[in-house]
């Protein structure tokens, strides 16, 4: 079944500490993958995509993750975060089948002052 | 460019009423999606359209209608709305120059509340 599956619902993490939050994905859909941020009450924004070449992606707000073919992951990290960064993070993947994307069930992440 | 915008933002109905939510892009888009969000499940596709007078059924679909009369907009109707169907609807359109791996581009969301 093609499926993206986010390991945390919530992850609480104080400010300045570096952060990861976990990405994984059937074998079944593309390796077009992104993730999306959703500050509260606000629509979807881009933070990154991989779509080929380097494995390690760099996005916006200092974000960047990184493709694992063969673990077949995209985790999301960030080596400092501020308050500012909490948010609602959600990875998702394009399907070659059925042309659509497909969303993870989102991660909280909460940034602790 | 104002890119992605949902009309109303919030609305609250009762169960068996009828509404239409607009979605409207002005960035000459071809394919326009509708989700909706709901705790725990992500954003889920209920209709998608890949063009002017075309529509096409997602995930979850059931109770739900759309319309694509212009390019730039695209209408999710409730014909009798159902308490089942509070969530945040959720407006998206790409570009197809390279298929449906091109971003999405979100609108900021329209709470509904059935009662």
């Known amino acids: 079944a093609q499926s993206v599956t986010q390991l945390d619902s919530q992850v609480p993490v104080f400010e300045e500490a570096p952060v990861e939050l976990r990405c994984n994905y059937s074998?079944?859909?593309?390796?077009?993958l992104f993730w999306y941020v959703q500050y509260p009450n606000q629509g979807l924004q881009l933070l990154l995509k991989?779509?080929?070449?380097?494995?390690l992606v760099k996005g916006i707000n200092g974000f960047e993750a990184e493709f694992n073919k063969s673990q077949t992951s995209f985790h999301l990290r960030k080596p400092s975060v501020h308050i500012s960064d909490t948010a609602e993070y959600f990875c998702?993947?394009?399907?070659?089948?059925?042309?659509?994307?497909?969303f993870g069930q989102g991660t909280t992440l909460q940034v602790k002052p | 460019n104002a890119g992605v915008t949902q009309t109303p933002k919030f609305r609250v109905l009762k169960t068996g009423q009828s509404m239409t939510l607009l979605c409207a892009q002005d960035?000459?888009?071809?394919?326009m999606y509708w989700y909706r969000q709901d705790p725990g499940m992500g954003l889920r596709l209920i209709h998608y359209?890949?063009?002017?007078?075309?529509?096409a059924k997602g995930e979850v679909p059931d109770g739900y209608n759309v319309s694509r009369l212009k390019k730039q907009n695209f209408l999710l109707g409730l014909e009798s709305a159902a308490p089942s169907q509070t969530s945040v609807y959720f407006c998206?359109?790409?570009?197809?120059?390279?298929?449906?791996?091109?971003?999405?581009?979100f609108g900021p969301g329209t709470r509904l509340t059935v009662l």
């Open positions: 960035m000459n888009h071809e394919y």
């Open positions: 998206a359109s790409n570009r197809p120059d390279r298929a449906h791996h091109n971003e999405q581009f």
């Open positions: 991989y779509l080929s070449g380097s494995t």
């Open positions: 074998s079944s859909v593309s390796v077009y």
């Open positions: 359209s890949v063009g002017e007078g075309t529509t």
């Open positions: 998702a993947a394009f399907s070659g089948n059925t042309g659509k994307l497909i």
